[in-house]
């Protein structure tokens, strides 16, 4: 039934003829319309359309607008509600401007300057538009990232309770999560351990149970004798009887069940939200704003890979009808998200390569051969191929956007010192960033031991620059440049990299200082690129002219999903060991083998070998129950290993600190190194042969590859130790797989198989979109939603085909920081 219009005609007309002043009715038009939209609610039976009208009042606010803007937004607001008394035809929308949602606000006059803000699209239309949602609540949103009703429609459920089938009492048994339909018989007030509570007998024709609800007195309002309720819950057993404790409640007489009954979503909550009011939020929000969603998928592809309609897909992923349904909603928004991600890191790839030229490296054959010639190895047929990989693109007017990646020890390293001595012998800078300072220092000693073979001659200036007799008309001058270096210092490094004198600098976050300027950076490296954000990543290529970039990563991952997450960048891949490098015995211990395993250590100890044991945190927490290096360095050195030489480092010691502690122990001026997981990369000491690893259960799979790597860098056999005091189930499998397997791609994809989306790859902290449905380890999906992209990246590229402006405006939406889709 259509709405009643009659009389907010005329008080429309009423307040037309005396000018706009909000005197037609006493007390003004906004408490009117509250009124009305009561009345009017009793012949509105589509439910989407009344919450669409509510929604759209609540921010319409009569007063607040100036006179002079008045008569246009009333006419807005008589077009918005003709248009719900249309039927709907969804055949109509033939563009993307005629696709408007059924409840977007019509147009209206661009406001003066000081005037009111007139409503937003629906969908932006804040969470304080819905009843019972104050400033309050909406602050305890926010936490969620929830701010508009977009935001809702995407806040998806953790996981569903499966309350879909209903069982007789009689055959209610404890454990899992059941549903009964029945009458209540009796509801009172209980006091169980001093606790308010409300106790409820209800009943089938197979018999009777007891409900009870702790610590909730306030249902004693809600239910009544002869209410027939529908609960969900577990049930326990009480003294011999079942009881059904907390379970989720709702009348049979309610239209659509809720809370009970089917498959119900779980979210994820703040302090200060309640399961019960945010799914009821939730089915209102879908209930009333899914259905007008527009799809911006392309039907084609829709078609192609069978997959829900936008619309469908929202709602089913809430408040699904059956498993399958939830699948096939799951399957649909994984795929738009990975498919919009892949779009824009192509898109970003794209703006990369046309922005400007790039710098041709063409590279001294003579050079590079004299270079392997210096090496006490010869590189393995993955390193050959993937340094062929990256002097080709050297060569090439088009900069080179390269990740490398290999396991660790693979080589990766030499490698990238072959590029930067290709690019340097041209005549160019380049500059070498890594996570750490650490890790910049470690490389600064590696690449300068290199290098060094190579000179006639060798000069350092203290332990930040050197001098090698390399090049045939000066030398190549490298320079190591740390943030907590004395500001005079690094104030002369920056100004001799300005003018050209220094063709190497190896360093930390400092490069992409404001104050950091190359004269002509040819070559930007990134050790452990994902410790770093894009906009970092980009600030040190902005500092030279569009220079080649190649990005380094010790934690590998599947092909297909390195496409995917890393579709800007070209892909080479060292997947095979230095010949010669023996397996790391890695053992999971019991906390009753602590002692063993200290008797381990001092065993390799005392036959000339050092030992490494990792704590997670700095300091003692009562909230994290981890051992915290510096406590556990002090008990160490103390009680259990007197006798030895030990060292303690962590993030919070000064560079020089860090700097002293690690080379007495490279020197083997220390027995045992006490760490947080500051040394996950870049130590490299050959003689260090154990590693014990305090809280194993609390790091990823791939962490704890990464400080295994810290051993078996020698000739002896090595040997990594991995104690947890009560690891989680997750743990137990995580733990498990280490110990038995030597393979970082292997480990990583049982990592992607163990942990959560974004879990693995941190999306947000590397500018790329969140990801909320998808599943990185879902290989299939990942593969159509590629695909795709480049489906779409071949025959329409910038998106301007007319079956892709919907699809156009999406990507404009989720990558607004980027400019490649304006």
């Given at each position: 039934m259509p709405l009643s219009t009659e009389k907010l005609r005329a008080v429309v007309a009423l307040e037309r003829t005396k000018g706009f002043e909000n005197t037609a009715v006493i007390g003004g038009l906004d408490r009117f319309l509250a009124v009305w939209v009561d009345e009017a609610a009793q012949s509105l039976t589509d439910r989407t359309k009344l919450t669409q009208l509510k929604v759209r009042l609540t921010g319409f606010n009569y007063a607040g607008i100036p006179a002079a803007d008045r008569e246009a937004s009333l006419d807005t607001l008589l077009g918005f509600i003709e248009e719900l008394n249309q039927p709907q035809n969804p055949g109509v929308a033939e563009?993307?401007?005629?696709?408007?949602?059924?409840?977007?606000?019509?147009?209206?006059?661009?406001?003066?300057?000081?005037?009111?803000?007139?409503?937003?699209?629906?969908?932006?239309?804040?969470?304080?538009?819905?009843?019972?949602?104050?400033?309050?609540?909406?602050?305890?949103?926010?936490?969620?990232?929830?701010?508009?009703?977009?935001?809702?429609?995407?806040?998806?459920?953790?996981?569903?309770?499966?309350?879909?089938?209903?069982?007789?009492?009689?055959?209610?048994?404890?454990?899992?999560?059941?549903?009964?339909?029945?009458?209540?018989?009796?509801?009172?007030?209980?006091?169980?351990?001093?606790?308010?509570?409300?106790?409820?007998?209800?009943?089938?024709?197979?018999?009777?149970?007891?409900?009870l609800w702790f610590n909730n007195p306030y249902l004693l309002r809600q239910i009544h004798a002869n209410d027939r309720l529908v609960l969900s819950g577990k049930i326990t057993v009480f003294k011999g009887t079942l009881v059904f404790e907390s379970p989720e409640w709702e009348k049979l007489e309610n239209k659509e069940l809720v809370h009970t009954g089917r498959l119900a979503p779980v979210y994820p909550l703040t302090a200060g939200l309640y399961p019960r009011m945010v799914r009821r939020l939730m089915k209102e929000t879908v209930d009333g704003f899914a259905p007008s969603l527009v799809d911006y998928l392309p039907e084609s592809i829709r078609t192609r890979r069978g997959l829900l309609s936008l619309p469908e897909a929202v709602a089913q992923a809430h408040f699904p009808d059956s498993e399958t349904a939830k699948d096939e909603a799951r399957r649909r928004l994984a795929f738009d998200e990975l498919l919009v991600l892949q779009l824009g890191v192509m898109a970003r790839k794209r703006a990369w390569r046309v922005s400007q030229p790039g710098i041709p490296i063409p590279g001294d054959q003579s050079l590079l051969e004299r270079f392997l010639s210096t090496l006490e190895f010869q590189l393995t047929g993955a390193q050959r191929r993937s340094l062929n990989e990256i002097l080709a693109d050297l060569k090439r007017k088009e900069a080179m956007s390269r990740l490398l990646q290999g396991d660790v020890g693979s080589g990766k390293t030499v490698v990238a010192t072959i590029a930067i001595l290709m690019t340097v012998a041209s005549g160019y800078q380049t500059a070498f960033m890594a996570p750490t300072e650490i890790l910049a220092d470690q490389h600064f000693k590696s690449v300068n031991g290199m290098l060094a073979r190579l000179a006639t001659a060798k000069q350092d200036n203290g332990d930040t620059v050197s001098y090698l007799g390399i090049l045939p008309d000066r030398p190549l001058t490298v320079a190591l440049l740390l943030g907590d270096a004395k500001e005079s210092g690094k104030t002369v490094i920056r100004n001799r990299i300005k003018s050209g004198e220094i063709d190497l600098v190896i360093g930390t976050h400092s490069l992409i200082q404001k104050s950091m300027k190359f004269k002509q950076l040819g070559l930007a490296v990134i050790d452990e690129q994902h410790r770093f954000g894009v906009e970092q990543r980009q600030s040190l290529r902005q500092k030279g002219t569009n220079p080649h970039l190649l990005v380094m990563t010790a934690t590998p991952i599947p092909r297909t999903l390195a496409l995917t997450l890393y579709g800007d960048l070209d892909l080479s891949v060292i997947d095979e060991l230095p010949p010669g490098r023996q397996p790391i015995r890695t053992r999971w211990l019991k906390p009753e083998q602590r002692a063993s395993a200290y008797a381990f250590i001092r065993k390799q100890v005392n036959l000339k070998q050092q030992s490494f044991i990792i704590c997670p945190l700095v300091e003692e927490s009562e909230a994290v129950q981890a051992k915290a290096a510096t406590a556990e360095y002090e008990t160490l050195k103390m009680e259990i290993f007197p006798e030895f030489r030990l060292g303690l480092i962590h993030g919070r010691m000064s560079a020089a600190e860090k700097d002293s502690v690690m080379s007495a122990f490279s020197a083997g001026r220390l027995d045992i190194l006490v760490s947080t997981p500051v040394i996950e990369v870049g130590i490299d000491v050959p003689n260090a042969t154990v590693m014990l690893i305090e809280s194993a259960d609390r790091f990823g799979l791939s962490q704890l590859h990464q400080f295994r790597g810290r051993v078996g860098r020698g000739k002896e056999q090595s040997y990594c130790m991995l104690l947890a005091e009560n690891p989680s189930d997750v743990a137990n499998a995580r733990l498990s797989v280490i110990e038995k397997n030597q393979d970082g791609f292997v480990l990583a994809e049982e990592d992607l198989k163990l942990r959560g989306p974004g879990e693995f790859f941190g999306t947000r902290q590397s500018g790329l979109p969140d990801l909320k449905m998808a599943r990185l380890s879902d290989v299939p999906i990942l593969e159509a939603a590629r695909a795709e992209a480049t489906r779409l990246f071949e025959e329409d590229p910038r998106l301007q085909q007319p079956e892709h402006l919907r699809l156009y405006e999406e990507l404009t939406r989720v990558w607004p920081q980027t400019g490649e889709w304006s």
């Open positions: 563009s993307v401007e005629s696709a408007r949602l059924v409840f977007e606000t019509p147009a209206v006059p661009k406001p003066k300057a000081g005037a009111a803000i007139h409503p937003p699209a629906a969908l932006d239309i804040p969470v304080t538009a819905f009843k019972g949602v104050n400033q309050s609540t909406a602050a305890k949103f926010k936490k969620l990232g929830i701010e508009t009703v977009r935001d809702m429609l995407y806040h998806f459920p953790s996981r569903h309770l499966d309350y879909s089938r209903t069982t007789r009492i009689a055959e209610l048994s404890p454990g899992p999560e059941q549903t009964i339909v029945a009458t209540v018989w009796e509801v009172r007030l209980t006091t169980p351990g001093g606790r308010r509570s409300t106790e409820a007998i209800v009943g089938d024709d197979t018999g009777n149970i007891r409900a």
